[in-house]
């Protein structure tokens, strides 16, 4: 499905999102096994992040969570402008990531003071407004 995001409606957006939630949850149900559904982060973005014990972890934009069993066992936090739903928050207390860690907003909007070891963002350009006020 083609979608021109900057002026796409609301409901258009949503609509995308559905699409791509059922092709999910259909592509990992009939290519992957439960061990397999991290694979992105586990063989590419952790290697690259090299977390060592005890360094604070901050995701920019979680998205649905569907990753969040790589971060297990991590002082993870992250922050979406859509923010967790009620699935995204059950898998992260099943991942042993409290759920009270899946802010809402945007980087610039956590706390002063807030310090992090590794950040690191994975597909969400698209959805910053002013990238450079971001970072």
Do not use: Q, W
């Amino acid at each position: 499905m083609k979608l021109d995001y900057e002026n796409a409606t609301e409901g258009e957006k949503m609509a995308v999102s559905r699409e791509f939630d059922l092709f999910y949850l259909d592509f990992t149900r009939k290519n992957f096994g439960e061990e397999e559904r991290f694979e992105m982060h586990e063989k590419i973005v952790k290697p690259f992040l090299v977390i060592h014990d005890e360094e604070r972890v901050l995701e920019i934009g979680y998205g649905k969570g569907r990753h969040l069993g790589s971060y297990r066992g991590y002082d993870y936090t992250g922050i979406d402008v859509n923010g967790a739903d009620l699935l995204t928050r059950i898998d992260a207390i099943c991942f042993g990531i409290n759920p009270e860690r899946l802010m809402v907003g945007r980087v610039c909007d956590l706390a002063n003071g807030e310090k992090f070891d590794k950040i690191f963002s994975v597909c969400t350009l698209h959805e910053i407004g002013d990238i450079e006020e971001e970072l």
